[in-house]
């Protein structure tokens, strides 16, 4: 099965830029289907956007659309969300998830990363 390690959170101002960083080992990147999720403090965790095998089809949910850009290199098996234009309620543990399928991996993927804290000070 896939692991999957996040990277690139921290601190950043509103209106700011970050880029996450999630990279997998332990199976065929490719068969896999990437997605990012976050959880707020007190919230539910919610799916923020996916990447499809070959990064032909993306989604976003309708807060980020515009804001955040979802990418990956499978040459270097990993997936990059690209944060601009950052704003306070953005504030959450972003974790990286993989699926084999498109729903799957925004409903209940096989595999999560540990999480990154990303922190917008308002």
């Known amino acids: 099965q896939v692991q999957l390690v996040e990277s690139g959170g921290g601190l950043v101002q509103a209106g700011g830029s970050l880029r996450l960083s999630c990279s997998a080992s332990?199976?065929?990147?490719?068969?896999?289907?990437i997605g990012w999720w976050r959880q707020a403090p007190g919230k539910e965790r919610e799916f923020v956007a996916d990447i499809s095998w070959d990064g032909g089809y993306l989604a976003y949910i309708d807060s980020v659309k515009g804001r955040f850009i979802i990418s990956r290199d499978n040459a270097k098996n990993t997936v990059y969300l690209q944060m601009n234009s950052l704003k306070f309620e953005d504030t959450a543990v972003y974790y990286c998830?993989?699926?084999?399928?498109?729903?799957?991996?925004?409903?209940?993927?096989?595999?999560w990363g540990q999480g990154t804290q990303v922190t917008v000070s308002s």
């Open positions: 332990g199976g065929t990147f490719s068969d896999y289907v």
């Open positions: 998830a993989a699926d084999r399928s498109l729903s799957g991996v925004a409903d209940a993927p096989e595999a």
